[in-house]
């Protein structure tokens, strides 16, 4: 599978970090980052090409590159409205316009809470034409004990969504679950 991993934004580029640090090996992953260098150290020595946001002309901003999937992560509310808008001003809202326009799955972490209804309306529509809309959100039945299982889970929700096959995070069992005893 080719991957494209946007990150946007300030708050929560570790879970776009560690999403692509728990990536398959057998995923091609290719990095868009905004201007949060702080990131670009981290994933220098890792498995991927890295792009900085400036490089709209690059091979994947194309849709004959055969990109399988992108995801933002985190995705800025900056981001999410260019996004809906049609606005392809940068590498990360190009890649994301060419994925709509060719079909691929989008898949949006918006990161700020609480959402502003414009936020709202903008996840309603994009949400409309396909794009998986992902915040980072706990399932607590997953009963996480750390930040890491925490992030597992979130990341695990993500790659199921882009079928990428994963055992980040405990699934729900009838079987083993408190909740339906004590109700």
Known sequence: MKIVVAITGASGI???VKFIELLPKSCEVFVVVSDSAKIVQKLEKKRVKLYQNS???????????GIDAVAIIPCSTNTLAKIACGVADNLTTRVASVAIKEGKTLLLAPREIPFSPIALENMLKLSRLGVIIAPPTLG????PSSLDE???FIIGKWF???????????????????????I
């Open 14 to 16: 570790e879970l776009g």
């Open 55 to 65: 490089e709209i002309g690059s091979s994947i901003a194309s849709g004959s590159f």
């Open 140 to 143: 607590y039945y997953s009963n």
């Open 150 to 152: 925490m992030e597992r």
């Open 160 to 182: 199921d969504r882009l079928g990428i096959e994963n055992n980040l995070y405990k699934r729900w069992d009838d079987e083993k679950s408190d909740i339906s005893r004590d």
